[in-house]
């Protein structure tokens, strides 16, 4: 979960809004969060919550649609053999097999070819095409690539025309292909450019069947393959998209195809509740696996197929796969962490390179780093290019963060590359293995001119802020599901609660990786779950405050509705850390968080031995308990258990108004240290009674003692003889000192709390003990009330 610095609330004309939902028949509230998002007519609304008259645009608005439509049919019609060219990804897969289905639909000779991640990479190559000659292919059409292929085009076989059909940024000098279906196309006029590969793919079926039949209503099948791919490829769900995903979502919960029924068997993801959500965290991860770790042929031949036995073999494999290549992607995270732990400091973005054995199978998969490099992007908020070494030649995955555009920061450093391609937020790469470095030290170098500080703090665009008093209800989350499908640019709408009480945390999941609680919403107790929240449990303790940030959902279970707070984002005034009851040792959780660039202020006691260690840290700043933090200091450890009371007014240590983290580390074994101290360093019984024995029996043999001399003696026995041992029996009589004499004195038994040193020693020392004993006792919520006072 990231933590966003930054909360833009949405703000708007409540009287205004109000008029407009009564006009729609709709809720103030989902009115004002499509006011936000620009729908701000009556018209327009309507069309977003109920779909529009005309769906789809004009498949031939799309420049050359018409050109690759005509000589499609013609290779149809003529016998020709026809391949589909698609990528490796979800996206690609769909495109293929929805052509393929649509062209076999006509009885045309045709067959997919996806070329293989490992060997052959993304997009055209010419062993393929040159292999796809050979065996009689005269036409290839792309879906989802080939817009960057102009070698490969200009190299093509003699006699094979090849059809481009694509949605990546085209390059300045595109192929000189037989024809280019893409909407990106500078001269291209057609309405949406945010189409997929399976959406250009999807027009291109439209304009086949347009040209067959004119009168005809425009072509609406295997939408559910568009649904597929368009949310898997995080498009914008806008415009035909939007409905295209809307229809497609509804097809597959009776969908005709036998492999992708099967899919949804194998993973347990039941046809009558399809969502985007589990197009993109089930459906999709499952028919990339195969493309990552083997073949996306596969996945292909899965959603192609009417065979049921085989279809559930192919379901089977895909959701094993899928299991593997997500162990393979802990494993890289795992070293890649490991690698950021050596770094110095993270850097303006994160560039990454890992040794990968295709033999062996072992290393950094190259169909497996872009996974990982999207998750260091999720908790390090930095560009994140992640590379695969493999002999002399690297394949990198690249994910960025919203201010950089990645395909520019490639362009600007692609004298260091071999190709490139993708989008501005993902983009892949290849380049020789000796010029990673290069690379890396150009690339850094663009993202520290081009990002400002403020770049690195991600916002959080909260829609609503939702009053605390007011019930939420099922009926309005009802309301709310018209806005689907969610996805890119159109996100489930975000609400803000304020000073949420968190009631009864607890870890949960197979491996205790995510935090649920409870909080009040009007007269409701609302379970609220934070995914990958694991982390935040020594936050997020019971009976604390904080602003949380959330997305209602309906959760349904033993045939009953009830209502889930999926948290999103969490801040207090001050986010406190308590790590006091944590079984890691304090010195592993240190390391832990001052790997980053932000600056600390680490509290210890004065004269502390950690000190000349700590003060090694490059972005540490030591002060003393007692010391005042100042307005600057937002990132506070305490680290030393407090050798005095801090926890009361006036006397601790975080103030200001600004919002602070403070982490508390010390623990037990703290307390049992400074126990051990303590027994050191003021008197005790047991001690004073053996120091008694043995002052006695040298003053036995003999009737004076130098004091020098009686202190080595008695190191000399293993016994400590201090200043006070030797203060407290002159104060009970027990021996005389003159000078540095001491001689026998009074053998009457005396209490020890009779010596005004002892006693007020032992008032020092049990003084001391409370002070620790609180400093670990004290409740979180007092902690922060102390900040706020």
């Known amino acids: 979960m990231k933590r966003y610095k930054y909360w833009d609330l ?338 303006p973005a994160i560039v990454l390179a890992g040794q990968w054995d295709s033999d062996k199978q072992e290393g950094w998969h190259p169909g497996v780093i872009g996974i990982v490099a999207s998750r260091l992007v999720d908790k390090y908020y930095r560009p994140v290019i992640l590379i695969s070494i493999s002999g002399d030649v690297a394949k990198g995955s690249c994910r960025s963060i919203q201010p950089l555009d990645m395909y520019d920061a490639l362009n600007a450093c692609s004298a260091d590359l071999i190709q490139f391609g993708g989008h501005s937020q993902a983009a892949g790469l290849t380049l020789e293995s000796n010029k990673i470095d290069c690379f890396k030290k150009s690339f850094t170098e663009f993202v520290r001119n081009h990002l400002q500080p ?66 009040d919403i009007g007269p409701r107790s609302c379970h609220c779950i934070m995914w990958q929240g694991a982390q935040y449990r020594y936050c997020l303790c019971n009976n604390a405050q904080a602003d949380i940030a959330f997305k209602p959902r309906i959760n349904f279970f033993n045939n009953a509705e009830s209502i889930n707070l999926d948290i999103v984002a969490f801040r207090m005034d001050m986010e406190l850390h308590d790590y006091r009851k944590n079984s890691e040792f304090k010195e592993t959780v240190l390391a832990r968080i001052l790997h980053s660039d932000q600056r600390f202020t680490v509290f210890i006691n004065k004269n502390s031995a950690e000190e000349k260690e700590l003060s090694a840290f490059s972005n540490v700043k030591i002060r003393h308990y007692g010391e005042l933090c100042d307005e600057t200091e937002r ?20 103030g200001g108004k600004n919002r602070t983290v403070l982490y508390i580390l010390y623990n037990q074994d703290d307390l049992n240290m400074q126990k051990h101290k303590l027994l050191e360093e003021y008197p005790d019984r047991n001690h004073l009674a053996d120091a008694y024995r043995f002052v006695k029996k040298v003053l036995q043999s003999q009737a004076v003692a130098k004091l020098g001399q009686l202190k080595y003696q008695a190191e000399k026995h293993q016994l400590h003889l201090r200043d006070y041992d030797l203060q407290i029996f002159r104060e009970l009589g027990f021996f005389r000192i003159q000078g540095d004499e001491l001689m026998m004195g009074s053998t009457e038994r005396r209490q020890l709390d009779t010596s005004p040193t002892y006693a007020g020693l032992c008032a020092e020392r049990d003084a001391l003990l409370v002070v620790y004993q609180n400093s670990l006792r004290i409740a979180c919520a007092r902690i922060q009330s102390l900040r706020k006072h």
Not at 465 to 473: A, K
Not at 635 to 654: A, D, S, T
Request: net charge negative.
């Open 454 to 519: 403020e770049d690195y703090q991600p916002r959080l665009a909260v829609d609503i802020e939702w009053n605390r008093n007011e019930e939420l209800t099922l009926s309005f989350l009802h309301e709310l599901q018209l806005l689907e499908p969610f996805g890119c640019e159109n996100p489930a709408p975000l609400f803000m609660l304020r000073n949420a009480e968190v009631h009864n945390p607890r870890l949960f999941g197979q491996e205790l990786t995510h935090l649920r609680f409870f909080t």
């Open 10 to 347: 949405k703000h708007y004309d409540r009287e205004e809004i109000k008029t407009l939902a009564a006009k729609v028949g709709i809720s103030p509230v989902t009115a004002g969060i499509l006011w936000n998002r620009g729908l701000r007519e009556e018209n327009e609304i309507r069309e977003f919550l109920f779909g529009k008259k005309d769906t789809y645009y004009d498949p031939f608005l799309m420049k050359d649609m018409r050109l690759a439509a005509e000589r499609i049919l013609q290779a149809v019609e003529a016998r020709e053999r026809i391949a589909v060219y698609g990528d490796y990804d979800v996206d690609g897969i769909t495109a293929s097999s929805l052509l393929y289905l649509y062209l076999t639909g006509l009885h045309a000779n045709v067959s997919t070819y996806i070329p293989k991640r490992e060997g052959e990479g993304y997009g055209l190559n010419n062993e393929a095409l040159q292999s796809l000659h050979e065996d009689g292919i005269t036409l290839v059409v792309t879906v989802d690539c080939g817009i960057s292929g102009v070698k490969e085009v200009a190299e093509a076989p003699g006699g094979m025309d090849i059809i481009i059909t694509d949605h990546h940024r085209p390059p300045e000098i595109l192929p000189m292909a037989f024809a280019i279906v893409n909407p990106k196309q500078a001269d291209c006029g057609y309405p949406f450019k945010g189409l997929s590969g399976v959406g250009v793919a999807f027009k291109v079926c439209q304009a086949l069947e347009k040209l067959r039949s004119p009168e005809a209503p425009l072509w609406e099948q295997y939408t559910e393959l568009v649904a597929l791919g368009t949310v898997a490829d995080i498009v914008p769900l806008q415009d035909e998209n939007r409905a295209l995903v809307k229809c497609g979502m509804k097809a597959m919960e009776t969908t005709s195809l036998t492999g992708l029924r099967k899919l949804l068997q194998a993973c347990r993801c039941y046809q009558d509740t399809i969502t985007t959500e589990k197009i993109g965290f089930i459906l999709a991860p499952r028919l990339n696996a195969v493309g990552r770790l083997e073949h996306a042929q596969l996945a292909v031949e899965l959603l192609i197929t009417k065979d049921e036995e085989s279809a559930e073999c192919m379901a089977n494999k895909l959701n094993d796969e899928n299991s593997e290549r997500q162990e393979i992607s802990r494993q890289i995270f795992t070293e890649a962490e490991a690698l950021l732990e050596k770094q110095a400091s993270i850097g």
């Open 635 to 654: 990132q506070i450890i305490f680290y030393e258990l407090p050798g005095e009371n801090i926890f009361r007014w006036g006397y601790f240590p975080v």
